[in-house]
């Protein structure tokens, strides 16, 4: 089975901090993706990267940064954090199918700035 | 511009009866429909998928039907199970240039009442 971890559950960090998640994936997939979850928001893509070094703005890429230095690592960067930055934080690897792509989550990071 | 809507913030439904969960989509280029199941502080887990060459496809209690001239897609639940209460995401994709990313609906709050 695929696997991918996060490194932290839950988080607490103080406005201002510089903030890392890290999301490590086992199954040699190009393509990872990072999200936020927020309700009534769903799930907002944030930054993606389908190749070591290689990373692509998403949707909401404002605030953050990414860096992807090894294949199965993917991190994601509050370069400041800001309490509108709380959030469920959902790391994602990608699978091609014989008819499409099936993403595989870490467990999320639920962070929070106070 | 949401590419992929579920208009029904929630849904309530008693234990042993049919869960219909909806999705609409914008894109014709999507070719590719997956359902996430996910329940609070874990990431979302991948349900069942449905390609634009069928419209039907069946996995034990789950089945999710595909409408392209509507474009609409449904998942059953049969029975429905306090277990199966969750929220529900939809996502589609599409192959473009070789690059795919996945676009989520907000998602469907599923509660079973026992």
């Known amino acids: 089975d695929v696997k991918v971890t996060q490194s932290s559950r839950y988080l607490v960090k103080r406005t201002g901090e510089k903030v890392f998640l890290e999301c490590v994936q086992d199954?040699?997939?190009?393509?990872m993706f990072w999200y936020r979850q927020d309700p009534g928001l769903g799930l907002r893509l944030i930054y993606f990267?389908?190749?070591?070094?290689?990373?692509e703005k998403g949707d909401i890429p404002e605030g953050y940064s990414v860096s992807r230095e090894k294949k199965e690592r993917f991190s994601l960067i509050l370069e400041s954090a800001s309490t509108n930055q709380t959030s469920m934080y959902l790391c994602a690897s990608y699978r091609r199918r014989a008819f499409g792509t099936e993403a595989f989550f870490g467990q999320g990071t639920r962070l929070t700035v106070v | 511009d949401q590419q992929v809507k579920q208009n029904s913030p929630s849904l309530s439904v008693q234990e042993g009866r049919i869960s219909i969960l909806n999705c609409d989509y914008t894109?014709?280029?999507?070719?590719?429909f997956l359902w996430y199941k996910k329940y609070p502080a874990e990431g979302p887990t991948f349900l069942i998928s449905i390609s634009s060459i069928k419209d039907k496809n069946e996995d034990g209690r789950f089945t999710v039907f595909l409408n392209k001239s509507a474009k609409h897609l449904s998942l059953h639940i049969v029975p429905s199970q306090p277990g199966d209460s969750a929220v529900y995401f939809c996502?589609?994709?599409?192959?473009?240039?070789?690059?795919?990313?996945?676009?989520f609906g907000k998602g469907t709050k599923l509660t079973v009442n026992p």
């Open positions: 990267s389908y190749d070591v070094k290689m990373k």
């Open positions: 996502a589609a994709s599409a192959r473009q240039g070789g690059s795919e990313k996945l676009v």
């Open positions: 199954m040699d997939h190009e393509n």
């Open positions: 894109n014709s280029m999507f070719d590719y």
